[in-house]
């Protein structure tokens, strides 16, 4: 008995030893890997505990522990822990990144925004601070405040995706109001002599959940001019998810859906890749049901979505694709684009009459467009598309569209 009670006071005094003599450094690289490989964040406070009882000094390691605390859900040894380290080192940019994070994901974003501001007074240029920033404003309902906060970031990192995106997804703007006209000529290559004409009004407001528009479009095909009104909504549901409604009623299905129906919900992933997937209703004679699905993904200044649509017509599946491509040379309004596709789109305002009897038939189209902000408050757009259409089994011509628009902020 005596022996084995040696032996286990030895086994103690061992690893007393074994993990005093373990330098700091090996020590924080172990709870790293218990953290980020195996998810073991109680082994990897133990580690980090000991590590800032032996280097109090070193901040990197304290905001360490706060953050593990953090996702380990200690808000209270969390909050302890990064406000002494932030308050003694407010000038450090990570101590309030991961201060201020504390608090934002603890739905406490008034005392978030207060440790941001500190943080940007010592790093005006933060991408990090300023995007974390730009998220708490948004979750405080102050959306144009958020958009300034983006398009600073936008200055000093314009090739940063997390901001682009970002801002890009948060559809909203320093100015709550927009006015815009749009006209569509399109012209055909044997099948039709007279050209078709698509004019758009249509006013937008920003509110607390999210941009809505109003749209007034009048469409002009063979002599026959026709009236239809949309609404359009982007709700905001979460830091995560928005979602795109549309609604719309016309006076003449020959030119226009009778009626027309639209939800998709969007999500915003990580490595700035963005999901969606919804549906679009066309009332013509009958209902056309088609279903949407998309991936984006922004990389440096550009950024690639790609969707299909799939439609059922007497149990067959009439499907269409979409690559387009952005090259943003400033804000989220400035960019170069490029889309190659197939099929048809219920999106396309030139073409969705054609869903009321060819969603069957092939097309094969061809877009380049330039968009610009004028100033602060005025955008200008133009668009030239190419489409080679099957208006009949195995009748093709070709249609050519060109689209100018221009939108005014205030």
Do not use: C
């Amino acid at each position: 008995m005596k022996q084995f009670w040696l032996y286990v006071f030895l086994f103690l005094t061992l690893g007393v030893w074994s993990q005093e003599t373990v330098p700091v450094n090996e020590m924080y690289i172990m709870a790293r890997e218990e953290a980020f490989e195996h998810k073991n964040y109680d082994k990897a406070i133990g580690f980090m505990e000991e590590v800032v009882k032996k280097a109090p000094e070193n901040v990197d390691y304290a905001i360490f522990l706060g953050r593990l605390y953090t996702w380990d859900k200690q808000t209270d040894n969390a909050r302890r822990v990064l406000g002494a380290t932030f308050k003694s080192n407010s000038e450090y940019e990570d101590a309030a990144l991961a201060y201020a994070s504390l608090e934002f994901w603890n739905q406490n974003s008034e005392k978030a925004l207060e440790i941001v501001d500190k943080g940007l007074q010592s790093h005006p240029d933060s991408e990090n601070l300023l995007v974390l920033k730009a998220k708490i404003l948004m979750d405080l309902k102050r959306g144009q405040e958020a958009s300034k906060t983006l398009n600073t970031a936008l200055k000093y990192h314009p090739k940063s995706t997390n901001v682009r995106s970002l801002l890009q997804n948060m559809a909203t703007g320093e100015n709550l109001n927009e006015v815009g006209i749009s006209y569509n000529f399109v012209d055909f290559k044997e099948r039709f002599d007279q050209p078709w004409h698509l004019a758009s009004l249509h006013y937008g407001r920003q509110t607390g959940i999210g941009p809505v528009f109003g749209r007034l479009n009048y469409g002009n095909r063979f002599g026959i001019g026709s009236t239809q009104f949309e609404v359009d909504f982007y709700p905001r549901i979460s830091k995560t998810f928005y979602a795109y409604i549309n609604g719309g009623i016309s006076n003449d299905k020959a030119i226009f859906p009778q009626y027309r129906a639209g939800f998709s919900l969007y999500a915003n992933v990580p490595a700035a890749f963005e999901v969606d997937a919804g549906f679009r209703m066309l009332q013509f004679d009958e209902a056309s049901w088609t279903y949407t699905f998309g991936l984006g993904k922004y990389y440096k200044n550009y950024w690639f979505n790609l969707r299909t649509y799939l439609n059922t017509v007497d149990a067959e599946i009439a499907d269409a694709y979409a690559l387009t491509a952005r090259y943003y040379f400033g804000g989220a309004d400035d960019y170069f684009s490029a889309r190659v596709g197939t099929g048809f789109s219920p999106d396309n305002t030139s073409n969705n009459v054609l869903f009321n009897n060819t969603a069957r038939l092939r097309s094969t189209n061809f877009a380049l467009g330039y968009r610009n902000l004028l100033g602060q408050t005025h955008v200008v757009y133009v668009e030239a598309s190419y489409d080679r259409i099957e208006f009949a089994s195995d009748t093709f011509d070709d249609q050519y569209t060109v689209k100018l628009g221009y939108i005014k902020r205030f």
